[in-house]
């Protein structure tokens, strides 16, 4: 038997209605979007009906959507073009502490080529505090980069205040909307959005398929293209575009609109329960705010255990994660663990629980019968190992 599936965090499993809806465009459907004749025009209008569902879901126009092959791509895109666009104005960027990788790491590849990066610390509840923003917003900032939600604990940044705060003194918000999308309700212009990184292999959508929010009204964000060649994508991104990928990112999108209200109430009522259990171990913490974070989402750290044997001796009958599947092959303690104050120790022993639409109450209580008797064997097994403390 194939353990039960508690990593939606890391990707979903195709919906068989994503499926279905993507089938044709392998094959009879088969044109080129950029094709002048019968068939390239089909392939058009599917691609088009995809970025229309897409733009409706976050409150934008259909030409704000540019596709591109995830969210690294969409976020390299929005940073690196806008800082490349923008040297006019200024130098100066502004992140967070917890951010993926994929925002992390152009924002130093700019750092290296002469900008000025500011990594704002978060509280122990993994939320920005917004003084500390204030603050460290200047008149040379060009842009700041927040993360919807987190893909670790789930905790949902203040977009409209962080937004507000950019939009007072026109810098341009980047957001990182990845694991968001279709799980809360977004929308660019309540929250004063710039540019938002997406992607479909995270809501029951293909992987390798994803689009990128550009603003083109109040402001026009310019962007400097990353990749060059034909044109596509209001010449932001060239290359062919992939109707298969772009029809069923379109269908994911359309089927978590209308299921996000309901499943978001199911997937929050069976995370706590599954808290409410795990309670019975002592030394075990929470990692991010108990509220403001995704209904699915829950991460925890244990005392008194090493992380690479919990996850082991989990292993045949759950299959999580202790942090990002990005970087699941580094050997470092999770960045975003230690920026809300967790010992190294404490952040390796850590699990995340990502729950999702197929997740069942009576999968959660095997899940927590399995944890609780793992934690106590290695516990016994280490009978002089101190306690651990919360941070």
């Not at 490349?84 to 992140?95: D, F, K, Q, Y």
């Not at 842009?143 to 670790?152: G, I, K, W």
């Not at 599947?325 to 390796?348: D, F, I, K, M």
């Not at 990502?354 to 019968?369: F, H, I, K, M, P």
């Amino acid at each position: 038997m194939r353990p039960i599936y508690l990593d939606h965090h890391a990707t979903t499993p195709v919906d068989p209605q994503v499926l279905a809806a993507m089938l044709p465009y392998f094959s009879a459907a088969f044109g080129n979007p950029g094709s002048a004749h019968a068939y390239g025009w089909e392939a058009e209008a599917a691609v088009e009906q995809a970025r229309e569902i897409i733009a409706a879901a976050i409150a934008a126009t259909p030409e704000e959507i540019i596709f591109t092959s995830g969210a690294t791509e969409a976020n390299n895109l929005a940073l690196i073009g806008a800082a490349e666009a923008n040297l006019s104005r200024g130098r100066h960027l502004v992140t967070i502490a917890t951010e993926h990788s994929a925002v992390l790491a152009p924002c130093r590849y700019l750092e290296s080529l002469g900008f000025e990066l500011t990594v704002l610390p978060v509280q122990p509840d993994g939320l920005l505090d917004l003084m500390q923003l204030e603050q460290a917003l200047r008149p040379d900032t060009i842009l700041v980069s927040a993360m919807a939600a987190n893909n670790e604990i789930g905790v949902l940044q203040p977009l409209a205040e962080i937004g507000a705060r950019c939009r007072d003194r026109g810098i341009l918000l980047h957001t990182d909307a990845a694991q968001a999308l279709g799980k809360i309700p977004l929308d660019v212009e309540a929250m004063s959005i710039d540019l938002m990184s997406l992607t479909a292999h995270k809501l029951y959508g293909p992987k390798g398929i994803g689009a990128l929010y550009v603003r083109r009204r109040q402001p026009r964000v310019q962007l400097a293209p990353q990749l060059r060649g034909g044109g596509q994508e209001r010449g932001l991104r060239s290359g062919t575009l992939y109707p298969p990928q772009i029809v069923g990112f379109g269908k994911a999108v359309e089927i978590s609109q209308a299921q996000m209200a309901t499943e978001a109430a199911r997937a929050r009522g069976l995370r706590d329960r599954l808290w409410a259990n795990l309670q019975v171990l002592p030394d075990i913490y929470r990692n991010g705010h108990p509220e403001q974070r995704l209904p699915s989402n829950l991460n925890v750290s244990i005392g008194g255990v090493d992380g690479s044997a919990l996850l082991l001796g989990l292993r045949s009958v759950v299959a999580l994660s202790s942090g990002s599947a990005c970087a699941s092959a580094g050997t470092a303690p999770s960045h975003v663990l230690t920026a809300l104050g967790r010992s190294p120790t404490l952040a390796y022993a850590s699990l995340r629980f990502g729950l999702g639409r197929n997740t069942t109450a009576d999968q959660l209580e095997s899940v927590a019968a399995a944890v609780i008797t793992t934690v106590r064997s290695l516990r016994q097994a280490r009978p002089a190992a101190t306690p651990a403390t919360t941070f």
